[in-house]
């Protein structure tokens, strides 16, 4: 599957913004999706994920309440709705598609990945 992110940009901090991953070569109703986010320096890290055509999502928890992720499969498209934003939120952001098992908090799980989207949070 590819995978293309786009929507990342300058924001000052408690604005919003939304992130799209446009998908090709599997339905996003069919693949458990997630996004992961890679600040300077630090690890990638699991951020949300859904399955199931969005009746499954998880989050972690740094971003529960602030971050919705949704899919459109007319689209093939999965979003990620990024409100409140802080400085710590900066970092490119990845989307990925899972393997039907694994921990979908693990980089492992996943096995087709976008090129990222950079997002810088000002304070």
């Known amino acids: 599957v590819q995978l293309v992110e786009s929507g990342g940009g300058l924001v000052q901090a408690g604005g919003s913004l939304r992130l799209s991953c446009a998908a090709s070569g599997r339905t996003f109703s069919s693949t458990p999706m997630g996004w992961f986010r890679q600040a300077p320096g630090k690890e990638r890290e699991f951020v949300a994920y859904i399955r199931s055509a969005g009746t499954v999502t998880y989050y972690t928890d740094s971003v529960k309440g602030r971050f919705t992720i949704s899919g459109d499969n007319t689209k093939n498209t999965v979003y990620l709705q990024m409100n409140s934003l802080k400085p710590e939120d900066t970092a490119v952001y990845y989307c990925?598609?899972?393997?039907?098992?694994?921990?979908?908090?693990?980089?492992?799980?996943?096995?087709?990945w976008g090129q990222g989207t950079q997002v810088t949070v000002s304070s």
């Open positions: 990925a598609a899972a393997s039907p098992t694994g921990p979908y908090y693990l980089r492992s799980s996943y096995n087709s």
